[in-house]
C-alpha cells in the first residue's frame, strides 16, 4: 500500500506560481501512472493532470492547460505540479493519487486511489 502526502500549497495572489509536491512512500511508485484532482468550494473533485509511469504521456484538464505542468522524479517517489498565472479561480485542495496502472485511461479516472491528504491553494484576486 502506498501512502501519499502532498506539500507547497499556501496563498499567493493571482498571476503568481505555486510548485506542489507529493511524495509517495514504498517501492511501487515508479510502478504506476499518477495524478493531481482538485477540490473547489462547492465543486466535485476534478482531475488537474496525470502522468504515466515514465512521464512520456501526460493530461491536462483544459482549465490548466499552458499554465500547469506535472512531473515526476521516480529516483525521488515524488511528482510535481509546477503551476504559473494562477487564478482565483484555481483555490482549492490539491490532492495526489496513484493510478491503477502504468499509463492513466482518459475515459477512467475512478482508477485513481490511495489519496493523499491535500494541500490548500488559495488564489486571491
Known amino acids: 500500500q502506498v501512502q501519499l502526502a502532498e506539500s507547497g500549497g499556501g496563498l499567493v495572489q493571482a498571476g503568481g506560481s505555486l510548485r506542489l509536491s507529493c511524495a509517495a512512500s514504498?517501492?511501487?511508485?515508479?510502478?504506476?501512472?499518477m495524478g493531481w484532482f482538485r477540490r473547489r468550494p462547492g465543486k466535485e473533485r476534478e482531475v488537474v493532470a496525470a502522468?504515466?509511469?515514465?512521464?512520456?504521456?501526460?493530461y491536462y484538464a483544459d482549465s490548466v492547460k499552458g499554465r500547469f505542468t506535472i512531473s515526476r522524479d521516480n529516483a525521488k517517489n515524488t511528482m510535481y505540479l509546477q503551476m504559473h498565472s494562477l487564478k482565483p479561480e484555481d483555490t482549492a485542495v490539491y490532492y495526489c493519487a496513484r493510478g491503477g496502472s502504468y499509463y492513466y485511461n482518459p475515459r477512467v479516472w475512478a482508477d485513481f486511489g490511495s489519496w493523499g491528504q491535500g494541500t490548500q491553494v488559495t488564489v486571491s484576486s
Open positions: 514504498g517501492r511501487t511508485f515508479s510502478d504506476y501512472a
Open positions: 502522468i504515466s509511469w515514465n512521464a512520456d504521456s501526460t
